[in-house]
């Protein structure tokens, strides 16, 4: 058989990845243009402890758009994400301020209430869109008020505080100017990569937002694809509340409004597309850079908060219009 | 009798990409006539249609209408000549009242510019009216109305304005009995008021009931036009399929059908099919049994239904004599059951993927451990399946949408031969396929029926059927009007069958 010869040379290490590299040049080269012209244009952009803000700063925002990648890889949208990530941060404030345990128990109940919290509000957000076939646009948005109603009515709209000095200095914690709390999300993306890239899951997730019936006539449960999909970006909701408690050391219900839209842009911004089976987490990564740099260094160079968000809005809009050339692109 | 023609076509043709729709297409309407047009899908009466209602353009020939040139370029310069189409697909608004519907092309307007909703109503009413359809409120939403309505009120917008000729196509796809006797009353009438009308069905003895000439149509030509008095519904059924039936000659041999019944259904019964005869039928191991039909006779549905991809309202699938609950895709799959859809685009592929992963979607166990994916093993099976059915292809990493039709289509079977099954279930296995790799599909068909693969084949070409097929089966109305064995293949006998006009004993060899 001449099966061989039909291999091609070329070593492939893995399609997908060697796609997403191409993919994610524009976006790559956008970035460093950015950071090259903030750099020249104010001097303290590049200091060592800008740098360290900004990787602080975008953290939150880096986590939540790891989870919102699946759900919107899927050709879903989560719009609750800022809600259970409050919600997530008052179950877990209410678990690490129970009287009568050490401080590593107290942390470690309170990181399995944040991130079971966040996962619960996931896994309803999925079973109800998937069941039912609904947008999830329409359930993630009821979620958005329940979880943010839950979380006021647990926390009887007061803000918790006083937590185990160890989980706060994990919050502040640096190894060589880099936050630990980034490493934290670092890692998220490492592993959304592998999982996406490299397992039958993410295989599958990426051939649901392509061709959802194609998928479930070979015979996988698309349901259940789903349903995960929500659970980790509810699973994301919880880690980013732990992450934001052990930064600011208080857990507040009215934490994280709006974040939601500010994981999609990144994620929108990383080239995924919005109807779904097409971007990668790579992207997502350098999504969540791009606000982030643009943020620090247009506040850095003077211009007013006002200004900084008119222009991120900006780059969604151009991001898309981006995204729509290259999706043609790659179709001819 | 002498009367000028009120519409002349002449050698009229058009092609798509070097398919030619209509390859010398001629026909008179005579002016207050109901004139049928007949002829198998894809034989030239829908494109004829889009032509005449300035949807497309024609490339040769001549249209004239009352004596003068007549060329629409948009279906607003053919509505102005008076010409007027109700398409098999509704075009209604589901939300909007009825009266808005009839008047949605002109909307009549107060002095202010406003909506003048009384005299919309009026309109309306007598649009109505004018059909006899004075049960309907015209301030009802449409999205309340049976389809039936639906379809009259259709009629009553394209007639609302001054229209000479009115093309029914398909009208009665979607009706039950009675409503079809209201809608030819309403033919009638529009017949009477002097409005000349163009009749396209599938039903013949429709075209018989209502029509009083019949013009048929075959491989984008028109073939003859006949005074419905002077032909019967035999003769129009050989002017489809023409004289000289060439039938494509199969190995013959029936040496690869082995012992026993693969794949048995009984008494199924289709969501599509609640109330009609439920179908059943016996496939043999390395049997390749064809579904013959027309577009909506239920071939899909019966597909769908065994896969599990539809839910089914009755019936049992049993394998190998043993019965198996199908309750989805993975159930029929475990069985042994592949499926190759009608539609690659929308259900077979992941066009934006890699072919080494869209040829591996169906069995992915294979190719990995523990739920990781092993890229290697991947392209091996993806070399080894697409080598085995000679798949062209520049890289395995190449998006399944760079692929030619052909190949596309050979992706999609590498996809289920993966599995190995023991049944495999084609819809159209070679539409929008190339001659070439036509053939060397049925190759690799025929191969597999000769390592045993079950084969159950739907296809809308009868020449593919005669060619391929063991034994074939004919469905009208969601049932089985016959079963043909080889030595009985002819296309009228498919036709007749197709278009309900016998009923033929079934033949199962041995």
């Not at chain 2, 006797?181 to 309403?186: G, K, Q, S």
Request: hydrophobic share 50%; net charge negative.
């Amino acid at each position: 058989m001449s099966a061989v010869d039909n291999i091609p040379h070329i070593p492939e290490k893995s399609p997908m990845s060697f796609r997403s590299v191409i993919n994610n040049a524009g976006i790559g080269i956008a970035l460093l243009l950015m950071i090259l012209f903030f750099s020249v244009a104010s001097e303290h952009f590049l200091s060592a402890n800008n740098i360290t803000n900004i990787l602080t700063q975008i953290t939150i925002n880096l986590i939540l758009a790891v989870g919102m990648t699946f759900v919107i890889l899927i050709g879903g949208i989560d719009l609750s994400v800022g809600s259970v990530m409050a919600f997530a941060a008052v179950v877990a404030g209410k678990a690490i301020t129970l009287p009568g345990l050490g401080a590593t128990e107290l942390i470690i109940l309170a990181v399995l209430a944040g991130v079971i919290a966040g996962m619960v509000c996931g896994i309803l957000n999925g079973v109800v869109s998937a069941y039912w076939s609904l947008p999830s646009f329409i359930i993630t948005l009821g979620m958005l008020n329940i979880a943010r109603g839950a979380a006021l009515q647990i926390s009887e709209a007061q803000t918790i505080y006083s937590f185990p000095f160890a989980f706060e200095e994990f919050g502040s914690m640096l190894i060589y100017g880099v936050p630990v709390v980034f490493l934290v999300a670092l890692a998220l993306v490492v592993i959304a990569w592998f999982v996406l890239n490299r397992t039958v899951f993410g295989r599958l997730i990426y051939g649901i937002g392509n061709n959802e019936e194609a998928v479930r006539l070979a015979g996988h449960p698309v349901f259940w694809y789903k349903v995960a999909a929500f659970s980790i970006c509810g699973l994301t909701a919880g880690i980013a509340a732990i992450i934001y408690m052990a930064r600011l050391n208080i857990s507040s219900p009215i934490a994280g409004i709006g974040f939601e839209l500010n994981a999609i842009a990144a994620v929108i911004i990383g080239g995924t597309s919005l109807s779904g089976g097409r971007g990668s987490v790579i992207g997502t990564l350098l999504g969540a850079f791009i606000i982030g740099v643009l943020a620090n260094g247009l506040i850095l160079i003077g211009l007013s908060d006002f200004v900084r968000q008119m222009i991120t809005g900006l780059v969604i809009v151009i991001a898309v219009i981006l995204d729509h050339y290259r999706a043609k692109y790659s179709a001819s | 009798m002498t009367v000028s023609p009120l519409l002349s076509v002449t050698h009229l043709r058009k092609s798509f990409g070097g398919i030619h729709a209509l390859d010398g297409v001629s026909f008179e309407l005579l002016a207050g006539e109901v004139h049928a047009l007949v002829g198998e899908n894809g034989a030239g009466k829908s494109t004829l249609i889009k032509v005449l209602s300035g949807v497309h353009m024609f490339e040769a020939g001549e249209i004239t209408l009352d004596g003068a040139p007549f060329r629409p370029a948009s279906p607003h310069a053919a509505k102005l000549a008076g010409i007027q189409v109700v398409h098999q697909e509704f075009n209604l608004l589901n939300d909007l009242s009825v009266a808005e519907n009839i008047s949605i092309e002109a909307m009549p307007k107060t002095r202010l510019g406003l909506l003048d909703r009384a005299e919309m109503n009026r309109r309306a009413r007598a649009a109505l009216d004018a059909i006899g359809l004075s049960d309907v409120d015209v301030t009802t939403p449409v999205r309340s109305l049976g389809i039936a309505h639906r379809q009259l009120i259709e009629i009553a917008r394209a007639l609302q304005s001054e229209s000479r000729i009115l093309i029914l196509d398909e009208p009665t796809a979607t009706l039950t009995e009675r409503e079809t006797e209201r809608l030819f009353e309403i033919v009638a009438g529009i017949k009477a008021k002097g409005v000349t009308v163009v009749f396209v069905s599938h039903h013949l003895e429709e075209v018989f009931g209502i029509c009083d000439r019949v013009t048929v149509f075959r491989n984008g030509e028109t073939i003859a036009t006949r005074e419905i008095a002077d032909v019967t519904p035999a003769d129009v059924v050989r002017f489809m399929v023409g004289r000289t039936l060439e039938e494509a000659q199969h190995a013959g041999s029936e040496a690869h059908l082995g012992a026993g019944v693969a794949l048995s259904v009984e008494a199924l019964r289709t969501t599509a099919n609640p109330a009609g005869a439920p179908v059943s039928f016996d496939l043999r191991r390395g049997e390749i049994l064809g579904i013959a039909g027309l577009v909506g006779a239920g071939r899909t549905e019966v597909l769908r239904a065994i896969f599990g991809a539809d839910p089914k309202l009755a019936g049992e699938v049993r394998l190998d004599g043993s019965p198996v609950q199908i309750t989805g895709p993975r159930d029929a799959i475990a069985a042994g059951i592949g499926f190759v859809t009608e539609d690659r685009k929308e259900e077979g592929l992941i066009l934006d993927m890699p072919i080494s992963a869209n040829a591996s979607l169906v069995d992915l166990g294979a190719v990995s451990r523990r739920g990781l994916l092993n890229f290697g093993r991947e392209r091996e099976m993806a070399a080894q399946g697409g080598a085995r059915l000679k798949l062209k292809y520049g890289r395995l990493s190449d998006h399944a949408a760079s692929l030619s039709g052909g190949n596309q289509q050979k992706v999609v079977l590498a996809k289920w031969l993966a599995a190995t099954p023991k049944v495999l279930l084609l819809d159209e296995p070679t539409r929008g396929v190339d001659v070439g790799a036509k053939a060397e599909i049925y190759g690799i068909l025929r191969d597999l029926a000769a390592q045993g693969v079950s084969m159950l084949v739907v296809s809308s070409e009868m020449p593919e059927l005669i060619t391929l097929c063991d034994r074939i089966m004919v469905m009208a109305g969601q049932e089985i009007q016959g079963t043909l064995a080889r030595p009985d293949y002819s296309q009228e006998r498919i036709l007749h069958l197709a278009y309900g006009q016998e009923q033929t004993e079934e033949r199962i060899p041995a």
